[in-house]
C-alpha cells in the first residue's frame, strides 16, 4: 500500500484560522463566556477577552476576505 498524494489532509490554512482557534478555545474555557442562568441559557455576560479576540478574529476574516473576492477592481 503506497498511495502517494501530494496533497495534503484536509488542513485549514486559512489566515484567519488560528485567530479562530483562539477565539473558540476562549468561549469553551471562559468561565465568564460560559456562564449560564436558572435556564441553563448563556447569560452572554461581557468579557474583554471574548471581545479582544473576536475582533481579531473579525479582522482577519475581513482582510480575508478583502484580498479574496474575486473580479477586478
Ligand atoms: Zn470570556
Not at 11 to 36: L, N
Not at 52 to 62: D, I, V
Request: hydrophobic residues 30%; aromatic residues 6%.
Amino acid at each position: 500500500m503506497s498511495t502517494s498524494t501530494e496533497s495534503p489532509p484536509q488542513v485549514i490554512a486559512e489566515p484567519w484560522w488560528p485567530a479562530y482557534g483562539r477565539f473558540a478555545d476562549h468561549c469553551i474555557q471562559c468561565p465568564t463566556c460560559k456562564a449560564v442562568d436558572d435556564q441553563g441559557v448563556n447569560r452572554r455576560l461581557p468579557c474583554a477577552d471574548h471581545d479582544r479576540l473576536h475582533e481579531a478574529y473579525r479582522q482577519a476574516r475581513h482582510d480575508t476576505a478583502s484580498t479574496v473576492t474575486g473580479g477586478p477592481a
